[in-house]
């Protein structure tokens, strides 16, 4: 069984930032697509970012959902088993419940519940 554990969640003022970290038991890890995925009450969730494996064919990819380019970034520590996501210049609608997941199923930007491992969830927190 995979195991997801979140960490780093918080509360910041707009425009600030925080920086989760997702540390995943066992040997999996390092070859596990992973993403982050962000849910608020009354929604579904949304798959926000994405990064493969280090070792896919033609390099590591990184996907953001639109209203978090060039402000998220979401990296891997294989050697630790560690997935990360940076969030500067947070604004309002950024305050959900983050969950670090694998074997998600996401056709669009908004993700399957209950399909693949996810991990207990990290409230962030933005006010302005």
């Known amino acids: 069984e995979v195991k997801l554990l979140e960490s780093g969640g918080g509360s910041a003022q707009a425009g600030g930032s925080i920086k989760l970290s997702c540390t995943v038991s066992?040997?999996?890890?390092?070859?596990?697509?992973m993403s982050w995925v962000r849910q608020v009450r009354g929604k579904g969730p949304e798959r926000v970012a994405f990064?493969?494996?280090?070792?896919?064919?033609?390099?590591?990819?990184?996907d953001y959902v639109d209203s978090v380019k060039g402000r998220f970034t979401i990296s891997r520590d294989d050697a630790n088993n560690t997935l990360y996501l940076q969030m500067n210049n947070l604004k309002s609608e950024d305050a959900a419940v983050y969950y670090c997941?694998?074997?998600?199923?996401?056709?669009?930007?908004?993700?399957?519940?209950?399909?693949?491992?996810w991990g207990q969830g990290t409230q962030v927190t933005v006010s302005s």
């Open positions: 990064i493969s494996t280090a070792i896919r064919t033609g390099g590591m990819r990184m």
């Open positions: 997941a694998t074997r998600v199923d996401c056709p669009g930007d908004y993700c399957t519940a209950g399909v693949g491992y």
């Open positions: 066992g040997s999996y890890f390092p070859n596990a697509a």
